[in-house]
């Protein structure tokens, strides 16, 4: 059996290492090649905004960090009882309306259906009820439905999405009320409620990058020399900029807002802002109530009433007694 030589060594390795590096690329490339064919919708996922504020969605301005990203305002509404016994279930209704008509601009750049997403700023010691604290007839209506924290460890603020809006324009969430018996820290009174809802996907990433949910800006200035359709239906623009002709690709989603002829500056918008969605949010308040309190109250108003109906009858025998007096 022969020794190999060191030239024959440095040959295999070399093999070896080649073989290696066109594995990893064929796999990058598969990778990337998958993603272009197959592109995966964009959805607006709430728990995003604990990147960009990781100790509480509300900031000391008292806005809900998620109108960060979802700059349109729209309308959220919440229905909570005026106040509530101590360890009870109770139901918070998060409305989050919209035009179910509506279609979004998805990562692609094709149009899709809007998600909904909701954020609950409870008062401290109210917290999502357990699954054996919820009443049947409850669990029907949070059915498919996933609460997560907020911040691990502060079960009274809650956030769940992306759902699909077209199902979830009523987010019910099953709330437990805290007990002051058993907790020292908890005390009967007035308190505040937070309520945040998104429906459809935000102009500006976390990271401070824009979507593509916004109107397309122009490549360059000059003027609109053709608008012609690409096979796969997308609009492409020459732009003569006086140098040359420049083409620019825009997704058949898109509103164009521009013709053929039209001056147009570099920025200058060429489509309709196609965001049909946003943000809204609203306070509320809720009261943690003493039953001892309550069974106070009624005592209190039925001792009034006792009282004005004693007085009604004193009245009445004075009255009588008056009247035999004027008679003789």
């Not at 699954?131 to 956030?159: A, C, H, T, W």
């Not at 490549?219 to 020399?225: F, K, L, P, W």
């Amino acid at each position: 059996m022969r020794t190999p030589t060191p030239l024959a060594v440095g040959r295999f390795v070399k093999t070896i290492i080649t073989r290696t590096v066109i594995l990893a690329i064929a796999t990058i490339a598969i990778f990337l090649t998958s993603d272009l064919a197959l592109p995966q919708a964009a959805n607006a996922y709430p728990f995003w905004a604990q990147s960009t504020a990781p100790e509480t969605p509300r900031e000391a301005t008292g806005r809900i960090v998620c109108a960060n990203c979802h700059l349109a305002e729209k309308t959220t509404k919440v229905e909570i009882p005026q106040a509530v016994l101590p360890d009870t279930v109770f139901e918070a209704v998060v409305e989050i309306p919209y035009d179910l008509d509506t279609q979004q601009i998805i990562a692609d750049g094709s149009k899709g259906g809007l998600n909904v997403g909701a954020v609950l700023m409870l008062p401290e010691g109210f917290q999502i009820a357990p699954e054996d604290r919820i009443p049947e007839e409850m669990k029907e209506k949070i059915s498919g439905l996933y609460f997560q924290e907020y911040v691990y460890g502060e079960p009274n603020v809650v956030i769940v999405g992306p759902l699909p809006g077209d199902q979830y324009q009523e987010i019910v969430f099953p709330v437990l009320s805290p007990d002051p018996a058993t907790d020292s820290n908890i005390h009967f009174g007035k308190y505040q409620v937070h309520v945040g809802g998104n429906r459809g996907r935000g102009q500006i990433y976390p990271s401070g990058i824009p979507s593509n949910n916004n109107p397309v800006p122009a490549d360059a200035s000059g003027v609109i020399a053709a608008i012609n359709t690409s096979e796969t239906g997308d609009y492409e623009l020459s732009i003569n900029t006086g140098e040359g002709t420049a083409v620019q690709t825009i997704p058949a989603a898109y509103e164009l807002i521009v013709s053929p002829g039209q001056e147009i500056a570099v920025g200058e918008d060429l489509t309709s802002n196609p965001n049909v969605g946003g943000f809204g949010q609203m306070d509320a308040e809720i009261v943690l109530q003493s039953p001892a309190r309550i069974g106070g109250l009624i005592v209190f108003i039925g001792g009034i009433m006792l009282a004005q109906i004693l007085l009604v009858i004193k009245k009445k025998q004075v009255e009588v007694v008056q009247a035999a007096e004027m008679e003789f």
